[in-house]
């Protein structure tokens, strides 16, 4: 019947599963099997689930063992596999459960975890026999497309108050709704203010944001209490990037959140009427369950006893603080969570007072006193907690550091000078009264107080009388000796609005200053007060509560001290403000931090600030410490001047350097700001700022909330000096053409301490006024360019593309000679980094030129944090340094520098040299007579302008040892060439060897090349002049050569351009830069395709000869000669008139008379005359002696005069001049008359 039960039971188990069953059983062995029938999830009931979700999992199976023979029946696990393959991947477990060892049906539940990753999965289930799932497997048991896993959906990460706690009614809050992943659909309808305590009708005003991050604001209400704002998940939130991936998953409320609450006080926090404007209020009106922590400044009331009973605390059943229980000889104090300035503040105390359910004894007092002494009340009964009380056993002193103490006091003893009490006119129940300040048993002296009867307490059970007090000490004026104590009560409607003066003005300050003169208080004003509350018992007791506390004052910090907003860095230089240790607040507003050298220490000045000035009791309630580091803002990534931004990739920068970071601390007497230690930074920066930060400890091991804030202003620091200066090329015995070949030369910038000033990549200049040419040179030149490129980091920089216009050698002084600055801290110095007077015209100008300056930062007109147009490395009045610096010393000498090249200029040619032409030149020259070729070299610089120390005696090094020379140093490779020579239809280039015997040959582009002209005699170009010796000035020298073309040995030409190069090369190899110079004025004399001279210029030379007719006449008259200049005509192979000749000399002297045949005629030559238009007139005198018959003369030119250039050798003809006879020939008419 039990296997019955169970077989019906499995049944069931399976038409849960939708199967029908059929069991059959066989008598004989049958094997014992498990058999999953069903599955959930499986391919008929698929789940959805999110990545990593838990899913739960329902199988059924079957266990048969009809023999039960074996154990194969069992059933002890279930192994499970969530994937796309039987074996491997997705996630899988083996899950032991009960055991199920009988043949039956059973079902198990068990859960499984889907895959990290989204898509659609099997899920397979194998039953085993064993723990563990090692043995006795089931057929696996398959769940097609079973489990599709989406992405995991979104959730909320937080819901923060992103507005300030604690609030007012009426406001508007509001709170930071971050998610985990970017979502849409957020709206109003899914969230929901929580409001408690009173608070009622606020309500959501907006919903804003995008992505994971949203703002929702609200309106507070009108009620007091807390509101809270708590997401409601109705599904309409989903990821961004599947719709269908909603908020918590599918389905409403699975996304909920509870976020961060607001406490609304009421309006009763903020000044009472009557009260000075500028007032900050901090309220507590305890209705909590725990006293800690407050709602000022969220801090901890400090507490504590001298009765050695109990502390105060807030009262669960009235809600207020209670300062003692109806019990005997209470002293109990309760401290204010705030700090005070004492000097010049005022301060208003409000709270209600309830005394009552005791037998009327004895009170509770108001207390300031120095916030460095730890407040421990005084004596108990009618000290009240304040004064002295030496009857108590033990005796018991005065409240500790004890200032002023103002007491509502019940029995009536505070004013009675008994019990150790200083002063006072006796008892006076149900009075206020002030004592002044104390130490130990010394001191707190009545000062003053009410008459008696004033109602402070109650009598029953019921809490009273509640009335609101106020106790104003006002220090506003006590620069000038004024303290005012004053105490009023509002007994009507209790809430401030209807005081009524119950003590006071009293003027305590004078009290103060006994107490100073006795010693008992180590300064007459302490630096903060804490305001303390005291509540007393003697034999008689009360129970003594306070509630609705409010306290105004002019300045009032956190018991942690002043809550730095932000910090402030500026230069140690500003100055103390009047009245105070420290710069004004104002200077760290927008105070600058100046420029720095590198390897001086200096300091800065860091000040805690709030938002509306500084931190003055920044750390009054314990030492702060602030973490101050200078890193490099040289990207930008902190911002500009203009526009900072602290962020977190600005504050995560390392300090530059070692000497660049500290941690500071401020301790009580820190006024909010204080200088620094020394920083020291031995490297150059360009632009650094300070970061600074709040840390939890001394080491700095973290750090606080508060923000990090960064300098407003940014500052460099620059190198001391340059050096050294020095070039590895420019020395010794190499030499460089002026402004073409470049030189190196490296400077090297310092630190303080003469390293190298590391980080340095600013790029120096060169004063090309400090420029200086090394004797005996005396013209400076101008080095190029006139700046470096950008320094390495270890702060040398090296250039190579120097040039130096100038030839001889040069120096860099320390200071440039030419400025006329009469201060030296303002002359350039010869290499430097800055801006000079005279480097820019407008102020605008001037700027732009700083601010590429290493100091440029600095150094620009809107920030002047150093000195212009100054290299000083002292201090200045305003505690500024020079913003340039520069060489230190002189440079060693560099080069040999020589011109780059000659320019040939004011060249011609004077034809026919040796010949007086008039009126005018001639326009050509017959070979065999010199023209003159004058020329002017002038050494110059790669920029072409005049080398002027290449003069003679200085560096000019051109003393020419040959006319024709071509390529060797000091020679001129002078020589000649004729161009454009017609022949035919042609023109050829005619080229003269420089051989002997020399050729002539030509070079004809159309036609066959004539045959080559020789001359055995040599070369046919000849310079007549002797070599000069030049006279160099200011790179500048003239020249002057008789050129020849020698006549061939036979008639060539005319050549109607001859032209004539010249290829100069001084000692150095200096010549003409023919590479620079136009085709057309270059000639190639040698016909090797390469024009290898500088053209001079060109002229018509003629192969000339003088036709001397034979010319026949009486010898009783001169005999008149017409002779003819010619030159032959190469095209057409004669001799043609040479019409152009009005300059060859007829003189007689010129020519030559030889006896011919018959008589010998004794005659000379007539006169001297001159040819003209290329005819000319010989004449012969008539014969002084008759000759005995016809005689003949030889008349030809000379081949020796002219001396030295005989007319022969250039113009040479020759006739027959007979006297006697006369020339017969046809006539009309013949007669002699005698």
């Known amino acids: 019947m039990r296997s019955m039960a169970r077989f019906f039971a499995s049944c069931k188990a399976l038409h849960a599963f939708g199967l029908l069953l059929l069991l059959v059983t066989f008598s004989g062995s049958s094997h014992a099997t498990l058999n999953i029938l069903g599955a959930a999830p499986d391919t008929s009931s698929p789940v959805t689930v999110a990545v990593g979700a838990t899913v739960p999992a329902t199988v059924l199976v079957l266990r048969t063992d009809v023999s039960n023979l074996s154990n194969d029946q069992r059933w002890r696990c279930t192994r499970w596999r969530i994937s796309t393959s039987p074996t491997s991947g997705g996630t899988t477990a083996a899950v032991d459960h009960a055991n199920y060892d009988s043949v039956g049906l059973s079902t198990i539940n068990f859960n499984m975890t889907a895959p990290t990753t989204p898509g659609t999965y099997n899920v397979y289930y194998i039953a085993y026999n064993n723990d563990g799932c090692g043995s006795g497997a089931s057929p696996t048991y398959i769940g097609v497309s079973a489990i599709v896993v989406t992405p995991a959906p979104p959730v909320v990460s937080s819901i923060v108050r992103a507005s300030t706690n604690p609030t007012v009614p009426n406001a508007s809050v509001s709170w930071t709704v971050t998610f985990s992943k970017s979502v849409t659909g957020v709206d109003a309808g899914d969230f929901s203010l929580v409001q408690s305590g009173g608070a009622t009708g606020a309500s959501i005003t907006s919903v804003s944001g995008s992505g994971t991050t949203w703002t929702v604001t609200a309106n507070t209400g009108t009620g007091y209490g807390t509101l809270g704002l708590d997401l409601v998940d109705n599904d309409s939130i989903v990821d961004s990037a599947s719709s269908g991936n909603r908020l918590g998953g599918a389905g409403t409320g699975n996304g909920n959140f509870t976020g961060e609450t607001y406490s609304i006080q009421t309006a009763f926090c903020s000044p009472p009427p009557g009260a000075p404007s500028g007032l900050t209020c901090v309220c507590d009106t305890f209705g909590r369950s725990a006293l800690n922590p407050s709602t000022i400044f969220g801090g901890n009331w400090a507490l504590s006893n001298s009765d050695g009973i109990s502390n105060p605390s807030i009262n669960s059943t009235t809600g207020r603080l209670r300062l003692t229980e109806n019990t005997a000889n209470n002293a109990k104090a309760a401290t204010v969570p705030g700090i005070f300035p004492a000097a010049g503040n005022y301060i208003s105390v409000e709270f209600n007072h309830y005394a009552y359910n005791g037998s009327g004894a004895d009170g509770i007092a108001v207390t300031l006193s120095d916030y460095v002494v730890p407040a421990v009340p005084g004596g108990y009964g009618g000290s009240l ?71 402070i307490d109650v009598s029953g059970s019921t809490p009273g009388p509640g009335y609101m007090y106020q106790v104003i000490v006002d220090a506003r004026n006590s620069a000038s000796g004024t303290i005012n104590v004053s105490v009023n009560r509002d007994t009507t409607t209790r809430n401030g609005n209807s005081y009524v003066p119950l003590f006071g003005p009293f003027n305590a300050y004078n009290e103060a200053a006994y107490a100073l003169g006795q010693g008992w208080i180590s300064q007459l004003i302490p630096d903060y007060w804490k305001i303390s509350f005291t509540g007393s018992t003697g034999g008689s007791n009360n129970i003594h509560e306070i509630g609705s506390l409010r306290i105004c004052a002019q300045s009032v910090y956190p018991s942690t001290g002043g809550i730095a907003s932000g910090f402030s860095a500026i230069d140690e230089a500003y100055p103390a403000a009047a009245g105070s240790s420290v710069p004004a607040y104002q200077n760290f507003q927008t105070g600058d931090i100046y420029m720095k050298l590198a390897g001086v220490p200096f300091k800065l000045w860091v000040a805690a600030l709030t938002n509306t000035g ?95 804030a960064c300098s407003v202003d940014s500052f460099s620091v620059r190198p001391t000096a340059v050096t050294s200066l020095t070039s590895p090329n420019a020395t010794g015995a190499a030499v460089f053409k002026a402004g073409g070949d470049n030189f190196t030369l490296t400077a090297t910038t310092v630190n303080a301490a003469g390293s190298n000033a590391t980080g340095y990549t600013g790029q120096l200049k060169i004063a090309n006024g400090a420029v200086k040419a090394v004797s005996p040179a005396t013209a400076s030149g101008q080095v190029t360019p006139n700046q470096f490129g950008s320094a390495a980091a270890s702060g040398i920089a090296t250039t190579s593309n120097f040039t130096y216009s100038e030839v001889g050698a040069f120096r860099i002084l320390q200071l440039d000679p030419t400025s006329a600055e009469t201060d030296s801290n303002k002359i350039p110095r010869g290499v430097y980094d800055g801006v000079v007077s005279g480097e820019c015209g407008t102020a605008a100008a001037c700027d732009t030129l700083r601010a590429a300056t290493w100091t440029g930062i600095d150094s620009v007109s809107t920030e002047n944090d150093c000195i212009a147009n100054s290299f000083s490395n002292t201090k200045d009045s305003s505690g500024r340094y020079g913003c340039n610096f520069g060489l230190a010393a002189q440079s060693n000498d560099f080069g040999r520098f020589i011109p780059n090249h000659f320019e040939i200029s004011e060249s011609k040619i004077v034809n026919r040299s040796d010949t007086t032409c008039t009126p005018a030149a001639s326009a050509f020259t017959y070979m065999g007579e010199p ?86 005699a040599g070369p046919r170009v000849a310079v007549t002049s002797s070599l000069p010796t030049p006279a160099w000035n200011n790179g500048v020298a003239s020249f002057a050569a008789n050129v020849i073309l020698h006549r061939a040995d036979q008639p060539d030409g005319a050549y109607a351009k001859l032209k004539i190069g010249i290829a100069p090369r001084d000692a150095d190899g200096v010549g003409v830069a023919l590479g620079a110079m136009d085709e057309k004025d270059k000639m190639d ?86 040819m003209k238009n290329g005819t000319g007139i010989l004449t012969l005198n008539k014969p002084t002696s008759v000759p005995t018959g016809n005689g003949s003369l030889v008349l030809s030119t000379s081949t020796t005069s002219p001396a030295g250039l005989p ?27 005698y």
């Open 385 to 455: 907690g304040y004064a002295q009380n030496t009857s108590a056993s033990p005796s018991k002193p005065g409240f500790a550091g004890g200032w002023v103490g103002i007491a509502l006091d019940e029995y009536g003893n505070y004013q009675n000078p008994t019990e150790g009490r200083v002063l006072g006119p006796g008892l006076r129940a149900d009075s206020v009264g002030v004592r002044g300040p104390g130490n130990g048993y010394s001191g707190y002296r009545w000062l003053g107080g009410t008459g008696a009867n004033q109602n």
């Open 1207 to 1233: 007319l022969n050798s250039y113009l040479p003809g020759k006739g027959v001049e007979t006297f006697g006879i006369y020339k017969s020939g046809p006539v009309i008419y013949f007669r002699e008359r």
């Open 1085 to 1170: 004399a040698d016909n090797d395709g390469d024009q290898e001279r500088a053209l001079v210029g060109s002229t018509d030379v003629r192969y000339g000869r003088l036709l001397i007719p034979n010319v026949y006449g009486s010898h009783l008259l001169p005999l008149p000669v017409t002779v003819q200049a010619q030159y032959w005509n190469g095209p057409t192979g004669t001799y043609i008139f040479n019409g152009a000749d009005s300059c060859t000399s007829l003189a007689a002297g010129n020519f030559s008379l030889t006896q011919g045949s018959g008589s010998t005629i004794a005659t000379s030559l007539a006169g001297s005359s001159v």
């Open 614 to 708: 500084m931190s003055t009791a920044y750390a009054v309630g314990g030492n702060k410490f602030v973490s101050v580091k200078l890193v490099d803002n040289n990207d930008g990534v902190c911002g500009t001047d203009a526009s900072r931004t602290c962020n977190s990739a600005c504050v995560g920068k390392p300090a530059v350097e070692t000497g660049g970071s500290q941690i500071m601390t401020y301790t009580s007497s820190d006024p909010g700001a204080k200088l620094s230690s020394n920083f020291t930074l031995n490297s150059a920066y360009k632009n650094l700022i300070a970061v600074m930060r709040e840390c939890t400890s001394s080491s700095c091991g973290a750090f606080t909330s508060t923000a990090a």
């Open 931 to 1016: 023209f003159r070729v004058e020329f002017k070299l002038t050494a110059k610089n790669a920029s072409n302008a005049a080398t002027l120390n290449y003069t003679t005696g200085v560096h000019a090094r051109f003393a020419p040892t040959s006319w024709h020379a071509l390529g060797s140093n000091n020679s001129f490779g002078l020589w000649a060439t004729a161009s454009e020579y017609a022949l035919g239809d042609d023109v050829c280039d005619v080229f003269f060897s420089t051989t002997t015997p020399s050729a002539t040959t030509f070079d004809c582009s159309g036609v066959a090349n004539p045959a080559a002209i020789a001359r055995a």
